[in-house]
């Protein structure tokens, strides 16, 4: 089988793995869109988890993070598969 | 076999602590490696857990719960990481060796020890505590129970003494946390260490701290993180700060379980039945012939401990009876408790302690009653 088509996405990184768990509950509990991904290497060559959705979810994503008080390092957008 | 040595760990678990800890078997890799599924999973309970111990000890937030092996590794976190020399700390003759030690190594390198003494009934005075204050006086290290005497130290007062003075405030809360409720912001605590296989009921090799937020512990350990890889130092960001290296994932799912229990349960059922045995024990061999009880009785702030000699029998004998003819395990000697057994002048003696938990029945301390009752008669 080969490797998925890549599309632009949105991709959230967290300074530590506990704020990305806190990211992946809170979208959960929301019912906001996205799931976690190893930290795409065009962003970081070190390790973690980030939280990867469709680009749509912008707006929702940053109001849930401000709301549920989640840090962030970082929002990038990134050709992903 | 009655088990009767909960200050040194709880033997009975609740039935959820053991299904979770096998599951994790099944389902867990390794937190914070990547994104597959068994990583995930690992993943979500440890957050799962760290969020539970957030609001159990009423923490701001999940990130200022950091994991460890137990209150030893994180008294020596939070003592080593947050003195220097020409810094001054005042803690108590109570505290067990995991308190003791890391400071006593503290002093070597130049910070100022001053260990408060106690009463004939090992309780200790906080206008010696204001008193033992000076210009370079940095926090208050103490115990919530000791482990010999089950005595509480007033954290209300003890935190009040600390902000007065504008100093950290660090609380060992190994034979507390589980068994009391405990509010850190409430009780102004800058540092709560705790274990997880006490009163908290989790599996052994489990444990933790809170750590204000926006203070600052140097790390004992560094390495891996599962983040910021190509960074030379370890990560400054709590809780990753304070955790380096594979976390006991098997352990905190148990240890997740066992706070849901007590949750559920609630602190302030399990506390009343641990001192209703407690108290039952104590009346039940106070007026015997040959007893000597440790510890201040006259209240109830205090763990369910009670730590007695039989005239003067070797501690270590007396427990070894117990064990041999009755089936009733205590704990005897010394308790890593060197200066408390000083003050009591049980050094030579030892004690016996006996200490209860939720899992005890009337039945159970009926039988060490009438054990003690037999050992006593000349």
């Known amino acids: ?81 | 076999m009655i088990y009767m040595d909960n200050a040194a760990t709880t033997l009975h678990k609740p039935d959820a602590v053991k299904e979770a800890v096998m599951a994790a078997f099944d389902t867990m890799g390794n937190a914070g490696r990547g994104a597959s599924r068994p990583a995930l999973d690992a993943s979500r309970v440890i957050y799962d857990t760290r969020e539970k111990l957030a609001r159990f000890f009423h923490a701001e937030n999940a990130n200022q719960i950091v994991f460890t092996a137990n209150s030893t590794e994180s008294l020596n976190i939070a003592i080593k990481g947050l003195f220097a020399g020409g810094d001054h700390v005042i803690t108590t003759v109570l505290e067990h060796n995991s308190v003791l030690r890391p400071l006593r190594e503290c002093e070597e390198r130049g910070t100022e020890l001053t260990i408060l003494g106690c009463d004939e009934k090992g309780r200790i005075s906080f206008a010696e505590m204001e008193a033992a204050v000076r210009e370079n006086t940095k926090a208050i290290v103490c115990t919530h129970a000791s482990n010999l005497t089950g005595n509480m130290i007033d954290l209300k007062k003890a935190g009040e003494t600390a902000r007065r003075h504008g100093l950290l405030f660090v609380v060992d809360a190994s034979q507390t946390a589980g068994a009391c409720e405990i509010d850190v912001q409430k009780l102004g605590i800058d540092v709560l260490c705790f274990t997880g296989h006490k009163g908290l009921m989790g599996p052994q090799g489990t444990g933790g701290m809170y750590v204000r937020p926006g203070l600052s512990v140097r790390p004992l350990l560094s390495g891996g993180s599962g983040v910021d890889t190509y960074n030379p130092r370890h990560p400054s960001r709590m809780p990753a700060a304070l955790e380096a290296g594979t976390l006991n994932g098997h352990g905190i799912a148990g240890l997740g379980a066992a706070v849901s229990w007590i949750m559920d349960k609630g602190t302030d059922e399990i506390r009343k039945r641990e001192l209703s045995l407690m108290r039952r024990f104590y009346e039940g061999i106070i007026r015997i012939p040959g007893i000597k009880v440790y510890g201040d009785f006259d209240t109830d702030d205090r763990a369910a401990i009670v730590s007695l000699n039989i005239r003067d029998y070797d501690s270590s004998e007396v427990s070894d009876e117990l064990n041999m003819e009755y089936g009733i395990v205590t704990r005897p000697g010394a308790h890593c408790a060197p200066l408390m057994h000083r003050a009591l002048g049980t050094v030579e003696q030892g004690a016996v302690r006996f200490s209860f938990s939720y899992f005890n029945t009337e039945e159970e301390v009926d039988t060490a009653i009438r054990a003690v009752r037999e050992l006593a008669c000349e």
């Open chain 1, 1 to 81: 089988m080969a490797m998925r088509k890549k599309e632009r996405k949105l991709v959230v990184t967290f300074h530590t793995t506990a704020d990305a768990m806190a990211m992946e509950k809170a979208c959960r509990e929301k019912d906001a869109p996205g799931r976690l991904i190893p930290v795409p290497r065009e962003i970081s060559a070190g390790c973690g988890l980030a939280w990867c959705a469709p680009l749509s979810c912008r707006e929702t994503l940053i109001g849930l993070m401000e709301e549920q008080g989640i840090e962030r390092e970082e929002l990038h957008e990134c050709m992903l598969r």
